[in-house]
Every structure is written in structure tokens, then in C-alpha cells.
């Protein structure tokens, strides 16, 4: 069984596989959010408009969380994107490698599942995934440290 992770924000998923997410924009600053505020967290103006961020986005910072409640995968790569006007999205990073973690290397938004939960059901939202095949031998499973973070 599939469900939709406990939402942040609001997504969707087109039929070409595209993932979008639907975050705000205030036209008085110009500030972009995700997930949607409908009071800009910038400026404060109550008039802020529906803006749909697309990937790709651009590797910003990094943390790499080894210990984690059960159901998620471990090590977990959880990262800020940056989308075009700036805008920063916080989600997990998978199928990457420890060379991968660049700032600027561009990701790419998708859809995959999050965690298991305890009867298997699978709890799916949006995440990056690297965009290029990078050459890596430093597996991140290979790492002993517990925790580490980094600004990519
Ligand atoms: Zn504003």
C-alpha cells in the first residue's frame, strides 16, 4: 500500500512525471516560499499569489543523518535546493553519493517513498535526486560517523 507522507507542502505530479510544487509568491517584495504561506513570511503583505516551483534545483547545503526513527532509510541525506529567483526547498536527496554533494550540482525534483511504516505501507512525497551520473567510490553506507552535516 502507497499513502502521501504527512504534507509539508503541496504537490503534484504531472502526467509526464514532472513533479511541481505549489508554493507562494508576494508581487509587493518579490519573495518566493514553499511550502505556501498566505501571509508572506518577508514582508508581511496578505496578498500573496500561487507559484509553482520545477525543478531543476541547484544543491545549496547538506546534512547526512545516520541515526533515525525506524521506517526511514539510513544513512538519510536531507538538503537545500535553490530554484530559480532563489527560493530554497528542504527535502531528501536520494540515490547520491557522498562525491555528489557539490553546491550547484543540480537536482532534479521526484517523487519517491520517504519511510515504511510498521504494516509496510509506504509513505511517499517529493524529494532530489542528482541529475548527473557522477564517478564515485565513497559510498555513503560506508561512512562510520553517526551524524555529520555540511555546507555543500
Ligand atoms: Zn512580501
Same mark, same amino acid.
Given at each position: 500500500?502507497t499513502?502521501?507522507?504527512?504534507?509539508?507542502?503541496?504537490?503534484?505530479?504531472?502526467?509526464?512525471?514532472?513533479?511541481?510544487?505549489?508554493g507562494?509568491?508576494?508581487?509587493?517584495? =518579490?519573495?518566493?516560499? #514553499?511550502?505556501?504561506? /498566505?501571509?508572506?513570511?518577508?514582508?508581511?503583505?496578505?496578498? $500573496?499569489?500561487e507559484? %509553482?516551483?520545477?525543478?531543476?534545483?541547484?544543491?545549496?547545503?547538506?546534512?547526512?543523518?545516520h541515526?533515525?526513527?525506524?521506517?526511514?532509510?539510513?544513512?538519510?541525506?536531507? =538538503?537545500?535546493?535553490? #530554484?530559480?529567483?532563489? /527560493?530554497?526547498?528542504?527535502a531528501?536527496?536520494?540515490?547520491? $553519493?557522498?562525491?555528489? %554533494?557539490?553546491?550547484g550540482?543540480p537536482l532534479?525534483?521526484t517523487v519517491?517513498?520517504?519511510?515504511?511504516?510498521?504494516?509496510?505501507?509506504?509513505?511517499?512525497?517529493?524529494?532530489?535526486?542528482?541529475?548527473?551520473?557522477?564517478?564515485?567510490?565513497?559510498?555513503?553506507?560506508?561512512?562510520a560517523?553517526?551524524?555529520?552535516?555540511?555546507?555543500?
Amino acid at each position: 500500500m502507497t499513502e502521501v507522507a504527512p504534507r509539508i507542502g503541496k504537490w503534484t505530479v504531472t502526467t509526464d512525471g514532472d513533479v511541481i510544487l505549489s508554493g507562494t509568491n508576494c508581487p509587493q517584495c =518579490g519573495e518566493t516560499v #514553499f511550502p505556501a504561506h /498566505t501571509i508572506c513570511v518577508r514582508c508581511g503583505s496578505p496578498d $500573496t499569489h500561487e507559484a %509553482l516551483l520545477r525543478g531543476p534545483a541547484k544543491l545549496r547545503s547538506f546534512t547526512i543523518v545516520h541515526q533515525l526513527p525506524s521506517g526511514f532509510p539510513s544513512p538519510l541525506v536531507i =538538503g537545500y535546493g535553490e #530554484f530559480e529567483g532563489r /527560493t530554497q526547498v528542504l527535502a531528501p536527496i536520494v540515490d547520491v $553519493t557522498r562525491n555528489q %554533494l557539490i553546491e550547484g550540482r543540480p537536482l532534479a525534483l521526484t517523487v519517491g517513498v520517504t519511510r515504511t511504516g510498521e504494516n509496510g505501507e509506504e509513505f511517499v512525497t517529493y524529494q532530489f535526486t542528482p541529475i548527473e551520473p557522477w564517478e564515485s567510490d565513497d559510498s555513503l553506507s560506508a561512512r562510520a560517523s553517526s551524524q555529520e552535516t555540511g555546507h555543500a
